[in-house]
């Protein structure tokens, strides 16, 4: 069975950082394009940042460019999320997500909360 296992949300001021970290199992995550996503009170979840297998393919949105970096440990099977300069519009939780032939794997997720 696929676990995924998000860590490191918490509650900033704005212009602070976070380091999420996605724990996976059950599944060799080498081979799969690894994502972010969000979601906030109200809104549909949404694409955050995407990394390839290999890591050499990454895609930010618009919204987090230039702030967010998503990295990845094969060895370890964990993904991460940098993710600086924070504002309370990046106020949400996080989930790490994987997409597989049989089907789809989500974390519980990670609350981030950014104050003013």
């Known amino acids: 069975q696929v676990q995924l296992v998000e860590s490191g949300g918490g509650s900033v001021q704005s212009g602070g950082s976070l380091r999420l970290s996605c724990a996976a199992s059950?599944?060799?995550?080498?081979?799969?394009?690894m994502r972010w996503y969000r979601q906030a009170p109200g809104k549909e979840r949404e694409l955050v940042a995407s990394?390839?297998?290999?890591?050499?393919?990454?895609n930010y949105a618009d919204s987090v460019k230039g702030r967010f970096t998503i990295s990845r440990d094969n060895a370890k099977s964990t993904v991460y999320l940098q993710m600086n300069s924070l504002k309370p519009e990046d106020t949400a939780v996080y989930y790490c997500?994987?997409?597989?032939?049989?089907?789809?794997?989500w974390g519980q997720g990670t609350q981030v909360t950014v104050s003013l």
């Open positions: 059950g599944i060799n995550i080498n081979s799969y394009v």
């Open positions: 997500n994987v997409n597989f032939a049989t089907g789809r794997a």
């Open positions: 990394i390839s297998s290999g890591g050499g393919i990454i």
